[in-house]
């Protein structure tokens, strides 16, 4: 189908989390092609698989020491074969995640630029530069990493002596790569087209908006990095290039922009001859209520607009505290990290029953705006976050790089509960897993969910059941009742044959429905009505 992406279903998987199939206490690929009948049931055009490249592991896979093989953690090149054999046999598409901004400090390019010393042409593949003050012995700028600390680390010369500084956007293992240097384009080009004559259908570009830093590296007066994105930036030529590797190929691959930068600066890479999508995370910062999501909605449409893509929506991923989770403290913008994001808010004592109604509610909005959704595993599930890890099994280099004052994003990637009363759930044959499961998950299970008609699984299926048969869903033209209340979200979608309408209440008083064959609701009707914190789709008699 042409231009498949535009309203997919991606599922996102976090591969440490998602099946063990070799019972080390660690998802793998094997794993993965192991519970694709689960996925192609749900109705998912796509998968994104989190990183899987051979890495040291200190940021779980964004630190990539070999963008060419697999991690021996998730198996072997021949799993990945298998994996992505298995998935198209269902007509699931197969996307990896992609990450140019920087390497593993234990990548031979980066090794090869330390041995090699100052101003060498192993250097000039990174951001190396001198230090300040006497003996060079202050970083280079007062740039701030994401993950805390200053944003350079200072490396020892060949000779023994205390050296040059090298840039690094999030941790000191993850070294940012000189984007000027066409050698690093040729490069990444290259890991393209090795992993799309695999077969992989695309990639989630990690940091995309990120690749260019002003060469200077000025002070700022807050420590922020000053990063060109604007439409003369450099970092464009760099995304018509990758287009052009990806057009090279049969069957629409695609790449998704992950970035955290402002909606019209988003759009900019979605210009024709770059990106295919890029993420929304607007949903991630909304409400729930009926004002911050329509805002949502319509400024993230208005800007995709004038150069003809289609918005991306997210609630849920790897990066963020878990949306059952936020909708339960009604606190307004919660996670360990959001893309172009520095806050960061721990929810204290959230009201999970109400925000797992609330995400119900949310996910028939996700469901129903025009554009392409991503799920992250065990959104479907309504899983919370995990907020009371013991400390000492924190793993999220966040936690080590922040002096231990921010716990960062373990809460949301805790292992899948498959089946069973306790953990691990059926995740893996070892009870040892590499975060552990609450018992509280028993049931959250797939197992326990699919039983239950009232589950938040029940309702992931269903809805995606009738996007499918309702081309309007995910698709229609938008347009909204302006005639409904402040805390009521309401609007049509229409196709040339139907219209359907969507509804979400989030104000206390039950909401009249319009007239039409009731397709389905967050939570059972009242009297009729539409009760607080619910949503519904209807199709509008024409
Ligand atoms: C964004 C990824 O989603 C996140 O998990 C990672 O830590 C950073 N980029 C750095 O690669």
Not at 127 to 132: A, C, K, M, N
Not at 283 to 289: R, W
Not at 294 to 318: C, I, M, Q, Y
Not at 373 to 382: P, S, V
Request: glycine share 8%; net charge negative.
């Amino acid at each position: 189908m042409a231009e498949w992406w535009r309203d997919a279903i991606v599922y996102q998987i976090y591969p440490r989390s998602f099946a063990d199939a070799n019972g080390d206490g660690v998802g793998d690929l094997r794993g993965i092609t192991a519970r694709l009948d689960y996925l192609a049931d749900l109705g998912v055009d796509a998968l994104w698989l989190g990183p899987v490249f051979a890495s040291p592991q200190v940021d779980h896979g964004y630190d990539v020491a070999d963008y060419r093989a697999i991690d021996p953690l998730f198996g072997t090149l021949a799993d990945m074969d298998v994996l992505i054999a298995a998935a198209h046999a269902r007509g699931i598409r197969v996307t990896l995640d992609f990450v140019p901004n920087h390497t593993s400090d234990q990548h031979p390019w980066f090794r090869t630029a330390v041995e090699a010393g100052r101003g060498s042409p192993e250097r000039a593949r990174y951001h190396f530069r001198d230090g300040r003050g006497p003996g060079g012995n202050r970083p280079p700028s007062n740039w701030c990493a994401v993950f805390g600390g200053s944003s350079w680390t200072r490396v020892t010369e060949p000779d023994g002596s205390p050296g040059q500084w090298y840039y690094h956007l999030f941790a000191a293992e993850q070294p940012d790569l000189n984007w000027a240097n066409p050698e690093v384009l040729a490069e990444f080009c290259d890991v393209l087209r090795f992993w799309l004559d695999r077969g992989v259908d695309g990639f989630r570009i990690d940091v995309a908006d990120g690749l260019i830093k002003d060469p200077a590296f000025p002070d700022t007066p807050d420590g922020s990095p000053i990063i060109p994105k604007g439409a003369d930036s450099p970092v464009h030529e760099v995304y018509r290039a990758f287009r052009r590797v990806l057009d090279a190929y049969p069957g629409d691959r695609i790449g998704v922009i992950e970035t955290g930068a402002d909606d019209e600066i988003v759009a900019l890479f979605l210009r024709p001859g770059e990106m295919h999508l890029a993420f929304s995370f607007r949903f991630v910062h909304a409400g729930p209520d009926a004002a911050s999501l329509r805002e949502a909605v319509t400024r993230t449409l208005a800007a995709n607009a004038p150069v003809g893509a289609s918005a991306t929506w997210v609630t849920d991923n790897h990066d963020t505290t878990r949306s059952v989770t936020r909708y339960g403290s009604l606190t307004k913008l919660v996670g360990a990290y959001i893309p172009g994001e520095r806050r960061t808010k721990v929810v204290t004592a959230p009201d999970l029953a109400a925000g797992a109604r609330r995400a119900r509610a949310v996910a028939l909005l996700l469901l129903a705006v025009p554009g392409a959704a991503f799920l992250y595993q065990g959104q479907e599930l309504g899983l919370p976050n995990v907020d009371d890890l013991p400390e000492s099994l924190l793993q999220d280099p966040i936690w080590e790089r922040s002096g231990h004052t921010v716990r960062g994003r373990d809460g949301c990637r805790i292992p899948m509960p498959w089946a069973g009363d306790r953990p691990p759930f059926g995740f893996s044959a070892s009870p040892r897993t590499w975060l552990p499961m609450p018992d509280s998950w028993a049931g959250l299970t797939v197992e326990a969910e699919a039983a239950d008609l009232s589950s938040m699984l029940t309702l992931y299926r269903d809805a995606l059941r009738l996007r499918r048969e309702h081309r309007a869903l995910g698709r229609g033209a938008l347009r909204w009742d302006e005639a409904a209340s402040p805390d009521v979200l309401a609007f049509d979608l229409a196709t040339a044959d139907e219209t359907v309408r969507v509804v979400a209440n989030f104000g206390t008083t039950p909401v009249t429905l319009p007239a039409g064959e009731l397709l389905v609701a967050s939570v059972p009707l009242e009297e009729g009505r539409l009760p607080r914190d619910a949503a519904a789709w209807v199709r509008r008699r024409s």
